[in-house]
């Protein structure tokens, strides 16, 4: 009888695992979660912060999109668009619209919408500011042939032409508005989302509820969200521990991961990755003694990335010892390969016995002082800091840091005053062309703060766009990597970011990827009871 | 708020050598509060002094196998974020928020009380004029004024100082002015303006050691204000900056973060700054009580 | 009477004006402006000269200094405070719901300081350099040199450890629901308010000391008339005033001085929009903010004037 007890017992934890597992999507519910910033317009075109992002792509598509079940958050997926072709040279990029998509007027969208969405980035208007006109430089023409066919002709060939259209921020607008008035988005919100716009309180929230005649039948699954605007981290993920939000999709700290987990127990879920963002160390090399490799090699050289690696993943959102690519995507180095370029030693004795010998060469005499200019944004900035100032002191060297405020604190780099600095970089995607564009010569680059010329590094990232299979982008990318790393140590990574997301576990249907600017659409999202 | 005649003599008269210790000896019997306010501010002078002897570890070394320790017999008070050993941060923090309540403080009063008497000695249009001006100044909270220094100047020790005093200067000049006021008024003035005295030697001899009872009492409660305004600028990431060791500093980022894990960390650079400002207060209000005759128990 | 009030009246004229100025001039000294904040933050490498003049052009940030002041004067006038230089949006819109906070938050914590120091500073007047006089100027020093932020701290960890309880995240206007809003507001207020009681509590102790060396109170005293009598009838009305000047131009601090309670507390006040302001080189907005807080602190000290004027007649000779 107990035998036959148990069996059965058995037998109906396991029909409930087996439900739960192959749980159907629920469809109802508010989601609700804090966002640190608060945009200051509506224009996707325009503006660069995730705080924009985060409440208002739910009222947008795109063109295209990352598909939101891809962890590597590469993979092109359809949104509006359905299918596209390119042509045998490689300029013509072909989409197939889809049809019967609705705007939340009412109106139908076609590709006279998108030709005029992307004239808006592309080729904006006098007077209209679009932020990423500058990434689509290689684009020659828009064209709408016929409502369902949007054709654009590139200049020359990309290897990156894709990833580029899956920027979340390209949000496709009406044509007739534009038309009208191209700053009419900045202040107004309309569509072809899973979710409409409700409200939005300044300083407080901003509520969209599920849009009933959504193209892709049967989601968004969420009768709405609600995103609350919130600054202080401590705040966030108390709102996450006490219930009142489900999740917040920037990333925590290992630190708040570990109280939520104590808290709340199985109630919480944690979704980790690489995160494509990572500070680096910016040397000016206008000013002595930084113009000679050897000092800059020496900077690289104290650095021990593997102690920082350990230490620091448990007090800051840094983990992963990288080189110019994301760790565990595609074109990133292997770590056995990646031990043998310059700081990347797993001696760190030696690294730094070589480092001290090469500042005395350099003639940098001992306790040899200079500034390290930092943004004033806590995390990770500061901890990285003091990381860094603490494996300088190691080869002799005296370091203060000075803090720029963050709002003025790259018009103040762009001055070129500074002898090394904190430089910073977040992508949407993780593609070389777009990563490594930042070390291009400053002739190329605007952005590089180093002010350095290195035509040979330059030819090197050329090489890789335009290489025609994997394997040659690989080695191409190693070699840039040495180069821009180790022997002329232009720039100095520290550790890349570590995406960090506890949530609900009533929340399904999201994944991570390693942007916190992907998957933020919520179509896929739904609540569990 | 005058300082009466009375007080100003007693004052006068206790700065002979031969009675400073008996002082002392009267301070502590009859203002326990303030002596305990005393011994507080010594033993921070002493502690900022003393600091490169008496702290056990480097206050800038990382040690990353220690970090996050807690409180034991090889850091006392546990260590930071970074295996930093608490207990010599906070020794040596005593030399940031000296330095900074010192310096903002002695410049606050300097100018405030230079901008005061010389505001009242002159009186009429200069007066009026100047009068006006504080009350532009007066009428911007603290902190918003400190922040735009800051937004101005950038961060660091020098800076903060400046951005500190700013905010003083108009509060010191109010309350001086009105105590050389009464000052202006007497005959020993008088005497010295008829003597041919200048502008300046009358004002820097005559009123202002006249009018030292409560700039000494402003003094001291600035210096605790300072104190207070730099932890907070530190704790809003517009102070001084790591790796320096300064309370305010002490109490941001992982303090916070671990507070419930590692609570050492924010516990004591937070007991630190209120200790030496209550100190400074204690002292700073037995001072006022001393010096302010109407005070006195019968 | 008339008179001084229009004399009172008229002395704040060149002080709002003063105020003005200050910040105007203040705020273009701060390097950077709105433009670049909003468009190099990501240190971008699109990013074209063009664009943030066509930008600044927009804003009005290419037309001459003067221009910009009378501009903003003008507005001011007709009670315009304009437009955010960073949402775009008008900044009465922007400052309501902060204000709204602000408004009750500054008034909620002089309350709590008003009750604990007219209390305290009587206790402490009354028993004098006695062991209740060191506890309660002890007590009120503390509450001076605490840190708001690290008390603050302190205080939502208690709660959160020991009730496992959390204030609410979002401010709701007291009139829409009086529990979620005091729920969340109590805390700051109180922590604010104890902060502030030590000053009101020394100035009540110290005219409390006054008024009762006074003659007539060793006379009452003498005679042993009862204590409460003394003390409802003479000593409270001539020792109140002083301290309500001090609270009352706390107040007018408070409104936009709370920066660090406020990033505690998480509250959406002022003190957080001058500080994003800032950040933001959002020239108009703070150039609203501290006109908005000027005046306040200028009224309170104005209509403090006029009490005193008409409760002692010699100072309306003066």
Same mark, same amino acid.
């Given at each position: 009888? /107990?035998?036959?007890?148990?069996?059965? &017992?058995?037998?109906?934890?396991?029909?409930?695992?087996?439900?739960?597992?192959?749980?159907?999507?629920?469809?109802?519910?508010?989601?609700?979660?804090?966002?640190?910033?608060?945009? @200051?317009?509506?224009?996707?075109?325009?503006?660069?912060?995730?705080?924009?992002?985060?409440?208002?792509?739910?009222?947008?598509? *795109?063109?295209?999109?990352?598909?939101?079940?891809?962890? *590597?958050?590469?993979?092109?997926?359809?949104?509006?668009?359905?299918?596209?072709?390119?042509?045998?040279?490689?300029? *013509?990029? *072909?989409?197939?619209?889809?049809?019967?998509?609705?705007?939340?007027?009412?109106?139908?969208?076609?590709?006279?919408?998108?030709? &005029?969405?992307?004239?808006?980035?592309?080729? @904006?208007?006098?007077?209209?500011?679009?932020?990423?006109?500058?990434?689509?430089?290689?684009?020659?023409?828009?064209?709408?042939?016929?409502?369902?066919?949007?054709?654009?002709?590139?200049?020359?060939?990309?290897?990156?032409?894709?990833?580029?259209?899956?920027?979340?921020?390209?949000?496709?607008?009406?044509?007739?508005?534009?038309?009208?008035?191209?700053?009419? $988005?900045?202040?107004?919100?309309?569509?072809?989302?899973?979710?409409?716009?409700?409200?939005?309180?300044?300083?407080?929230?901003?509520?969209?509820?599920?849009?009933?005649?959504?193209?892709?039948?049967? /989601?968004?699954?969420?009768?709405?969200?609600?995103?609350?605007?919130?600054?202080?981290?401590?705040?966030?993920? &108390?709102?996450?521990?006490?219930?009142?939000?489900?999740?917040? !999709?920037?990333?925590?700290?290992?630190?708040?991961?570990?109280?939520?987990?104590?808290?709340?127990?199985?109630?919480?879920?944690?979704?980790?990755? @690489?995160?494509?963002?990572?500070?680096?160390?910016?040397?000016?090399? /206008?000013? /002595?003694?930084?113009?000679?490799?050897?000092?800059?090699?020496?900077?690289?050289? &104290?650095?021990?990335?593997?102690?920082?690696?350990?230490?620091?993943? %448990?007090?800051?959102?840094?983990?992963?010892?990288?080189?110019?690519?994301?760790?565990?995507?595609?074109?990133?180095?292997?770590?056995?390969?990646?031990?043998?370029?310059?700081?990347?030693?797993?001696?760190?004795?030696?690294?730094?016995?070589?480092?001290?010998?090469?500042?005395?060469?350099?003639?940098?005499?001992?306790?040899?002082?200079?500034?390290?200019?930092?943004?004033?944004?806590?995390?990770?900035?500061?901890?990285?800091?003091?990381?860094?100032?603490?494996?300088?002191?190691?080869?002799?060297?005296?370091?203060?840091?000075?803090?720029?405020?963050?709002?003025?604190? !790259?018009?103040?780099?762009?001055?070129?005053?500074?002898?090394?600095?904190?430089?910073? %970089?977040?992508? $949407?995607?993780?593609?070389?062309?777009?990563?490594? $564009?930042?070390?291009?010569?400053?002739?190329?680059?605007?952005?590089?703060?180093?002010?350095?010329?290195?035509?040979?590094?330059?030819?090197?990232?050329?090489?890789?766009? %335009?290489?025609?299979?994997v394997e040659e982008r690989k080695k191409i990318i190693r070699e840039f990597e040495k180069r821009v790393l180790d022997e002329q140590a232009h720039y100095l990574m520290t550790l890349q970011w570590h995406r960090i997301i506890p949530h609900s576990s009533k929340l399904h249907g999201w994944t991570i990827t390693p942007s916190h600017y992907l998957n933020n659409t919520l179509d896929t999202v739904w609540l569990s009871q | 708020m005058s300082a009466a005649p009375h007080a100003i003599e007693e004052l006068t008269r206790t700065q002979e050598p031969a009675g400073w210790r008996s002082t002392v000896g009267q301070f502590v019997r009859q203002r326990p509060l303030g002596a305990i306010g005393g011994a507080i501010i010594v033993l921070t002078a002493l502690l900022a002094a003393t600091a490169g002897w008496i702290a056990p570890y480097d206050p800038l070394a990382n040690d990353y196998a220690a970090m996050l320790s807690a409180p034991g017999p090889g850091h006392w008070l546990g260590t930071d974020a970074f295996g930093r050993d608490v207990l010599t941060r906070i020794i040596y923090g005593s030399r940031t928020a000296l330095t900074v309540g010192l310096g903002a403080s002695f410049i606050g009063t300097t100018f405030g009380s230079l901008i005061g008497v010389g505001s009242a000695y002159f009186g009429g249009r200069v007066d009026l004029v100047t009068q006006r001006v504080m009350d532009v100044f007066f009428a911007f909270p603290v902190i918003i004024l400190a922040l735009a220094v800051v937004a101005i100047l950038g961060t660091g020790a020098g800076n903060v100082i400046l951005a500190i005093a700013t905010p003083m200067v108009p509060r010191c000049a109010r309350v001086v002015r009105s105590s050389a006021l009464a000052v202006r008024e007497m005959p020993y003035v008088d005497a010295a303006r008829a003597a041919g005295f200048g502008h300046r030697r009358i004002i820097l001899r005559h009123m202002l050691p006249n009018v030292m009872a409560p700039i000494l009492i402003m003094a001291t409660a600035f210096l605790g204000e300072a104190i207070l305004l730099e932890a907070s600028l530190s704790f809003l990431g517009l102070g001084v900056q790591e790796p320096t060791a300064a309370w305010g500093l002490m109490l941001r980022g992982a303090a916070v973060e671990f507070a419930e894990s590692a609570p050492w960390m924010a516990i004591f650079p937070g007991l630190a700054i209120s200790l030496a400002v209550f100190g400074f207060n204690l002292f700073g209000d037995s001072l006022r009580d001393a010096l302010d005759p109407r005070l006195r128990t019968q | 009477m008339a008179r001084y009030i229009l004399k009172r009246l008229l002395a704040m004229i060149p002080t709002m004006l003063g105020v003005a100025v200050l910040i105007f001039l203040l705020l273009r000294v701060i390097p950077g402006d709105v433009v670049e904040a909003r468009y190099l933050t990501q240190g971008s490498q699109f990013q074209s000269q063009e664009l943030m003049d066509i930008e600044r052009a927009k804003i009005g940030l290419d037309k001459p200094l003067w221009k910009q002041f009378t501009t903003w004067m003008g507005g001011l006038a007709r009670f315009d405070f304009g437009v955010s230089m960073w949402t775009d949006a008008p900044i009465t819109q922007e400052i309501k719901l902060r204000f709204a906070l602000s408004l009750q938050l500054a008034p909620m914590a002089s309350t709590i300081a008003t009750l604990l120091a007219i209390p305290l500073g009587i206790l402490a007047a009354f028993k004098q350099d006695t062991w209740v006089d060191y506890a309660v100027r002890v007590f009120s020093i503390a509450g001076l040199a605490t840190p708001s932020f690290w008390l603050g701290s302190l205080m939502i960890l208690a709660m959160l450890i020991v009730f496992k309880w959390v204030p609410p995240m979002v401010f709701t206007p007291l009139w829409v629901n009086p529990w979620e809003n005091l729920a969340q507001l109590i805390w700051p207020a109180l922590a604010v308010g104890y902060r502030y009681c030590a000053v009101g509590t020394r100035m009540m102790r110290s005219t409390m000391l006054e008024v009762l060396r006074e003659d007539y109170i060793r006379t009452a005293r003498a005679k042993g008339l009862w204590m409460k009598l003394i003390l409802t009838r003479h000593a409270l009305k001539n020792a109140i005033l002083p301290v309500l000047t001090v609270i009352s131009t706390e107040f007018a601090f408070l409104l936009g001085g709370l920066v660090v309670t406020e990033q505690v507390f998480n509250l959406n006040g002022l003190g957080m929009l001058f500080v994003e302001g800032i950040s933001h080189r959002d020239y108009t907005m703070i150039q609203a903010l501290v006109m908005l807080v000027a005046t306040a602190f200028l009224v309170v000290n104005f209509v403090v004037d006029i009490a005193y004027g008409w409760i002692d007649p010699r100072i309306r000779y003066r």
């Open positions: 009888m /107990k035998r036959l007890a148990r069996v059965l &017992a058995l037998g109906a934890s396991a029909l409930l695992a087996v439900s739960a597992y192959a749980q159907t999507p629920r469809s109802g519910g508010e989601l609700v979660f804090p966002v640190p910033s608060e945009p @200051p317009s509506y224009d996707g075109h325009r503006e660069e912060t995730f705080g924009l992002i985060h409440p208002i792509a739910p009222f947008y598509n *795109t063109l295209l999109r990352v598909d939101p079940n891809d962890k *590597t958050g590469t993979k092109p997926a359809p949104s509006l668009a359905e299918s596209w072709t390119v042509s045998a040279d490689g300029k *013509t990029y *072909t989409f197939k619209i889809r049809r019967g998509v609705k705007f939340h007027d009412g109106s139908e969208m076609t590709s006279k919408d998108v030709k &005029a969405s992307y004239d808006h980035i592309v080729f @904006p208007p006098a007077g209209v500011g679009s932020s990423r006109k500058g990434q689509y430089s290689d684009v020659e023409s828009i064209d709408a042939p016929d409502p369902t066919t949007i054709v654009f002709k590139l200049k020359h060939t990309s290897g990156s032409f894709i990833a580029s259209l899956l920027s979340p921020y390209n949000f496709i607008y009406k044509a007739d508005i534009l038309a009208k008035d191209p700053h009419w $988005y900045e202040k107004n919100i309309m569509g072809t989302g899973p979710f409409t716009f409700v409200e939005h309180v300044k300083g407080s929230h901003v509520v969209g509820k599920k849009n009933p005649n959504y193209w892709d039948k049967g /989601k968004p699954y969420l009768d709405g969200f609600r995103a609350i605007f919130m600054r202080d981290s401590a705040a966030q993920v &108390a709102a996450v521990r006490g219930e009142r939000a489900q999740i917040q !999709f920037r990333g925590f700290t290992p630190k708040d991961r570990d109280n939520l987990k104590a808290a709340l127990g199985d109630k919480i879920t944690v979704q980790e990755s @690489p995160w494509d963002c990572v500070l680096m160390v910016g040397i000016n090399h /206008k000013l /002595k003694p930084f113009d000679d490799p050897r000092v800059r090699r020496a900077l690289t050289l &104290a650095l021990d990335r593997y102690e920082g690696s350990k230490a620091l993943s %448990q007090i800051a959102i840094v983990k992963e010892v990288a080189g110019v690519q994301v760790p565990g995507t595609p074109f990133a180095t292997p770590p056995e390969e990646l031990a043998k370029v310059a700081g990347y030693w797993h001696d760190i004795e030696k690294s730094r016995a070589e480092a001290k010998r090469l500042l005395k060469e350099a003639g940098v005499p001992e306790g040899f002082s200079f500034t390290f200019t930092n943004r004033g944004t806590p995390m990770p900035y500061e901890p990285l800091a003091v990381w860094l100032i603490d494996s300088w002191r190691k080869i002799g060297l005296n370091v203060t840091q000075k803090v720029v405020e963050s709002a003025a604190y !790259f018009p103040t780099i762009r001055k070129g005053d500074q002898q090394v600095h904190m430089d910073f %970089q977040c992508g $949407y995607i993780v593609e070389p062309d777009l990563d490594t $564009y930042k070390f291009l010569s400053a002739s190329r680059n605007p952005a590089n703060y180093g002010f350095y010329e290195d035509p040979v590094l330059d030819a090197l990232y050329d090489k890789q766009s %335009q290489a025609s299979n | - | -």
